[in-house]
């Protein structure tokens, strides 16, 4: 199995940028994508962002240019780096791993709050 810890999470006015982190433990050789989740209140949780070992990326449209994924392969860490902060953005934020770019998520964070204020 492996463990994903998020931090980061936060409260932040709008317009301003918060860095979310989330580190792998465990299961660590099984995972090839690392990504963001996010689920607000009385909504579907949806992808964020993902990035595979590679380095590829997929994005949410609601969030390209604003937000960019990162990873260091060697900590086994990804980063989600979130500017231009809107109050649409306030959700729990849930870090995933994965076997590929584009399937489900086999793990799931604890998750992180993130709140926007307008």
């Known amino acids: 199995q492996v463990q994903l810890v998020e931090s980061g999470g936060g409260l932040v006015q709008a317009g301003g940028s918060l860095r979310l982190s989330c580190a792998a433990s465990?299961?660590?050789?099984?995972?090839?994508?690392m990504g963001w989740y996010r689920q607000a209140p009385g909504k579907q949780r949806e992808l964020v962002a993902i990035?595979?070992?590679?380095?590829?990326?997929n994005y949410a449209d609601s969030v390209k240019g604003r937000f960019t994924i990162s990873r260091d392969n060697a900590k086994n860490t990804v980063y989600l780096q979130m500017n231009s902060l809107k109050p649409e953005d306030t959700a729990v934020y849930y870090c995933?791993?994965?076997?590929?770019?584009?399937?489900?998520?086999?793990?799931w964070g604890q998750g992180t709050q993130v709140t926007v204020s307008s």
């Open positions: 990035m595979a070992r590679s380095g590829s990326t």
């Open positions: 465990g299961s660590i050789l099984s995972i090839n994508g």
């Open positions: 995933t791993a994965h076997s590929g770019l584009w399937v489900a998520p086999y793990g």
